[in-house]
C-alpha cells in the first residue's frame, strides 16, 4: 500500500499555547499570511511527533510549494503562506458544546489528548490519488441495495446522490426542498451528469459517505476525528468564542453563503460552491476551513447535547444504539462539524465550532467532506 503524503499535511499536536485574549483575536484571524520562510528545522520537530518523516515532510514542501506557485496569494493576502504544513495544537481540557443557544449543544466538561489535525479538507485530487491506487467505488457509484430498498424499482436504485438545487425565482419554498436526488451524482460529478471536477482538484472531496471517508482514512495511515478532537481544533485557542477568530461573526473569513438563503447567493466571498482548499485564513491552529466550505465527518453518532460524554478522556458516541435524532426518529446518523457554503446567516448558521448536525452515515451531499486525524495521536499521547 502506498503511503501518500498526505499525513505530511498533519498537523501535530505538540503543547499547550495560553488562552488568547480578546485583543488577540485580529492577530489570530491573520496568522499565517507572513511573508514566506519556511522553518524546516520546526516543520521537522513537530512532523517527527506526528510519525512524519523527512521524506514525506520534504514532499510537502514541494507540493505545497507548487500549490502556492499556482494559485499565488491575492488580494492582501501578501506573501506565501507555507506554514500550513505541521502546527502544534494543544490538547487540554474543555467545554464541548455551547451553553444558550440550541439544546442539541448542551455543554460538557471534556478532555482531548494532543492529536494532529489535517490542515485542510481532503481535496479531490487526494481521493483521485486514492482511487487511482485502490480501485475503490464510493457508494454513490453503486445502486441501492435491493435488499434495503425492496420498495424501489432497479430504475429508482440507479446508482446517485443528493446534490444541493438553487430554486427558481418565485418556486413555493418548502424546507429542505432544495434537495435533489439526482443519478449519477457521485464525487466526480458533485452536482450530476455534465458535472466535472476537472477544475476543481483542489476542492474539498464531496459526494462522499461515512464509509467512503473511512477507507479512504485507511488507506492513508490516519482516521477520522471525533467530535471532541474536531471542536478543540476548530476553536483554534479561542475556547470561549463563538467563531474560530473570536465571538463576532465576520463575513469573508469562511466560505458560507452571502444573501438570502436559498434563493439568493451573493457570493461576496468569491465562491457559490465549494471553494479551494485553504482560500481563508487559517484559525489560531493554521487549520484552514474549520469554518465553511462543506461540512466535515466526524466518527461520534448524533444524540443531542453532549451529557453522555461529560468527564471523559478523548470521548466517542461510539454506540449507534444511543444515537437519536428528534427531527428523525429511529434513524441513527453521525455528527457532521464546521458548516459549509451553504450556511447563512438567516439559515442553518452553523458555522461556529460548537455547531453540530446530524447526517446518516450512507449518504454523501454535494456539501459533505472531510479531514484525517493522525493516529500518532493515540501513539504518541
Ligand atoms: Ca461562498
Ligand atoms: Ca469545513
Wanted: hydrophobic share 40%.
Amino acid at each position: 500500500m502506498r503511503r501518500p503524503l498526505i499525513l505530511a499535511f498533519l498537523l501535530c499536536a505538540l503543547s499547550g499555547p495560553a488562552l488568547a485574549s480578546a485583543d488577540d483575536e485580529e492577530i489570530l484571524s491573520l496568522k499565517g499570511y507572513q511573508p514566506a520562510g519556511l522553518q524546516l528545522g520546526e516543520l521537522g520537530a513537530a512532523g517527527a511527533k506526528c510519525g512524519l518523516d523527512a521524506a514525506s515532510l520534504q514532499g510537502a514542501v514541494v507540493r505545497a510549494m507548487n500549490e502556492v506557485g499556482v494559485k499565488g496569494w491575492e488580494g492582501g493576502r501578501d506573501g506565501l503562506y507555507v506554514d500550513i504544513l505541521v502546527e502544534p495544537i494543544a490538547g487540554g481540557r474543555f467545554l464541548i458544546g455551547a451553553a444558550g443557544l440550541l439544546p442539541e449543544e448542551s455543554e460538557a466538561a471534556v478532555r482531548v489528548r494532543p492529536f494532529c489535525l489535517g490542515s485542510t479538507e481532503v481535496t479531490n485530487q487526494d481521493f483521485a490519488a486514492f482511487v487511482a491506487a485502490t480501485g475503490y467505488r464510493t457508494q454513490a457509484e453503486q445502486p441501492l441495495p435491493q435488499e434495503q430498498f425492496p420498495e424501489l424499482s432497479a430504475a429508482e436504485r440507479r446508482p446517485g446522490s443528493v446534490v444541493f438545487r438553487l430554486p427558481s425565482p418565485g418556486e413555493p419554498l418548502e424546507e429542505l426542498s432544495w434537495w435533489q436526488w439526482v443519478p449519477g451524482a457521485d464525487w466526480r460529478h458533485p452536482e450530476g451528469p455534465g458535472s466535472s471536477i476537472d477544475d476543481r482538484l483542489d476542492h474539498p472531496v464531496v459526494q462522499v459517505s461515512l464509509a467512503d471517508a473511512e477507507a479512504y482514512a485507511a488507506w492513508a495511515g490516519a482516521d477520522l476525528p471525533s467530535e471532541a478532537q474536531w471542536e478543540f481544533a476548530a476553536r483554534g485557542v479561542l475556547l470561549d468564542r463563538a467563531f474560530s477568530w473570536g465571538d463576532r461573526w465576520r463575513p469573508g473569513l469562511a466560505n458560507t453563503w452571502q444573501g438570502e438563503f436559498p434563493v439568493s447567493n451573493t457570493a461576496d466571498d468569491g465562491f457559490t460552491g465549494t471553494a479551494p482548499v485553504g482560500s481563508f485564513p487559517p484559525n489560531g491552529y493554521g487549520l484552514q476551513d474549520m469554518t465553511g466550505n462543506v461540512w466535515e465527518w466526524t466518527v461520534d453518532w448524533y444524540r443531542p447535547g453532549h451529557g453522555r460524554l461529560a468527564g471523559q478522556d478523548d470521548p466517542v458516541l461510539a454506540d449507534p444504539a444511543a444515537s437519536s435524532d428528534p427531527r428523525e426518529p429511529g434513524v441513527a446518523k453521525h455528527v457532521i462539524k464546521g458548516g459549509s457554503f451553504l450556511c447563512a446567516p438567516n439559515y442553518c448558521s452553523r458555522y461556529r465550532p460548537a455547531a453540530r448536525e446530524a447526517e446518516s452515515p450512507d449518504t454523501g451531499t454535494s456539501h459533505i467532506g472531510f479531514r484525517l486525524v493522525s493516529p500518532a495521536l493515540t501513539t504518541h499521547a
